[in-house]
């Protein structure tokens, strides 16, 4: 096992801080807090985890699912407060998608499911990482990925066919 280095850590950082962020904002409006809070974490190991990179995603997780349930009863109370979230797609006018038909879709199909649909496509990580991550099996991560695809595909396919009668 090697030392945690800073150089390790910027490596790590250009290379991973935006997925991870997108991997984040699935719970957190402050995403880059987050993945900050897991850089800092790592910069205090004496040693490197095995599996950095699965061992950011993992961090970031328990961070966000963390601060979501913090911040879910003070958002019960504050009556005035509206959550602004980050977009998920930028638009391509090119594109037959619509990228907020395709976030509302994402936001829509089971927390399991999106999480390891985003982790997998936009964070390219494997199912063995993901069910690292998830506590699960990768056949599990797999089944949740198709699932999940299975289930934006119908409500994509039902968006489209409302818009277009």
């Known amino acids: 096992m090697s030392s945690v280095t800073p150089t390790i850590i910027s490596r790590l950082l ?3 801080a ?3 962020e997108l991997y984040a904002i699935q719970w957190s409006d402050s995403p880059e807090d987050i993945v900050q ?3 800092i974490e790592l910069a205090k190991q004496e040693q490197l985890p095995r599996q950095p990179v699965s061992w950011l995603y993992r961090v970031v997780r328990n961070r966000a699912i963390n601060w979501r349930r913090s911040h879910q009863s003070r958002k019960k109370h504050e009556s005035t407060y509206v959550s602004q979230t980050r977009a998920w797609f930028e638009e391509n006018p090119g594109s037959q998608l619509d990228a907020q038909t395709v976030a509302e879709g994402l936001q ?3 927390e399991e499911e999106r999480e390891v649909i985003v982790a997998h496509i936009w964070g390219g990580l494997t199912f ?3 069910a690292e991550i ?3 099996t990768s056949s599990t991560a797999h089944r949740y990925y198709q699932s999940g695809l299975k289930s934006l595909k119908n409500l994509l396919d039902l968006s489209w066919k409302t818009k277009n009668k």
Do not use: S
């Open 18 to 20: 935006d997925r991870l």
């Open 14 to 16: 250009d290379e991973h």
């Open 37 to 39: 809070e897991a850089f």
């Open 128 to 130: 063995e990482q993901i």
């Open 108 to 110: 829509n199909i089971p």
């Open 134 to 136: 998830t506590g699960t």
